[in-house]
T-cell receptor, first 113, second 110 residues
Framework: AAGVIQSPRHLIKEKRETATLKCYPI?????VYWYQQGPGQDPQFLIS???????DKGSIPDRFSAQQFSDYHSELNMSSLELGDSALYFC????????????FGEGSWLTVV | DAKTTQPNSMESNEEEPVHLPCNHS???????IHWYRQLPSQGPEYVIH???SNVNNRMASLAIAEDRKSSTLILHRATLRDAAVYYC???????????FGKGTRLSVIA
């Protein structure tokens, strides 16, 4: 069965640079979530989209932005990168936004040097 | 936000049952109890969820206390592949995201 696809899987950027992560949800899923997991930390919710509209916002820095496109894929844009942004970024998807099971991708490793 | 409390870590022998407890004394009537697990270097994975009644699936069983203030995830025969961090999450759905707290790190000994 198709899963949530994230790209790139690994990314190395320098401080103050910009990075973009992409997420392709499971087919027919209309809801996308982004999470950040720092080393030794638990996943922290950043932002979510339902039917291409932002539905909820968590601890996402102002330097980050995201959107969901007409084909339901989503992109997380991160600017003015800081060392502390080094983390594993997960995208997840679900059908609807009402308690259905959420499926996670394998994550994108971002290293800021 | 509804909160859950889980042991930081637990250990089990391979092929033995494992009972992972979770306390959620402030649970509301509309909260579902969800369990996810995260294997090393992988994304979280859905395990099971329930509302009031005990639930079984191919991965695990979920036992929910009558007052719903606690629950237990049961792995019937732990394998090395079950070593992961297990998260008990109160999930309201209805336009709210899944919020992870501190989970239980399960170690399985061969």
């Amino acid at each position: 069965a198709a899963g949530v696809i994230q790209s790139p899987r690994h990314l190395i950027k320098e401080k103050r640079e910009t990075a973009t992560l992409k997420c392709y949800p499971i087919p027919r899923h209309d809801t996308v979530y982004w999470y950040q997991q720092g080393p030794g930390q638990d996943p922290q919710f950043l932002i979510s989209f339902y039917e291409k509209m932002q539905s909820d916002k968590g601890s996402i820095p102002d330097r980050f932005s995201a959107q969901q496109f007409s084909d339901y894929h989503s992109e997380l844009n991160m600017s003015s990168l800081e060392l502390g942004d080094s983390a594993l970024y997960f995208c997840a998807s679900s059908k609807g936004y009402s308690g259905n099971t959420i499926y996670f991708g394998e994550g994108s490793w971002l290293t800021v040097v | 936000d509804a909160k859950t409390t889980q042991p930081n870590s637990m250990e089990s022998n391979e092929e033995e049952p494992v009972h992972l407890p979770c306390n959620h004394s402030t649970i509301s009537g509309t909260d579902y109890i969800h369990w996810y697990r995260q294997l090393p270097s992988q994304g979280p994975e859905y395990v099971i969820h329930g509302l009031t009644s005990n639930v079984n699936n191919r991965m695990a069983s979920l036992a929910i206390a009558e007052d719903r203030k606690s629950s237990t995830l049961i792995l019937h025969r732990a394998t090395l592949r079950d070593a992961a961090v297990y998260y008990c999450i109160l999930y309201q759905g209805f336009n709210t995201p899944l919020v992870f707290g501190k989970g239980t790190r399960l170690s399985v000994i061969a």
